[in-house]
């Protein structure tokens, strides 16, 4: 897994407030323009929104039974 460069971690953590820590094993994607989706394999998936300071809503991939 490449490292990210430093002009789009500062325009993640601008937009988004927060930057992906690609060392750990977080995966990323921006999704529509709106949201920072985070992915990492020990816990939740984080949704940042654009303009909101680094707050974030998890979610839950597994299906309800």
């Not at 002009?7 to 060392?23: N, W």
């Not at 994607?29 to 394999?41: F, G, N, Q, R, S």
Request: charged fraction near 30%; include cysteine; proline fraction near 6%.
């Amino acid at each position: 897994m490449s490292e990210m460069n430093e002009e789009c971690a500062e325009a993640l953590r601008r937009e988004f407030g927060y930057i992906p820590d690609t060392r750990s094993g977080e995966q990323w994607t921006v999704y529509k323009d709106h949201a920072l989706i985070v992915t990492h394999p020990e816990r939740l998936i984080r949704v940042y929104e654009r303009n909101h300071g680094g707050v974030y809503h998890e979610i839950d991939p597994t299906p309800w039974r």
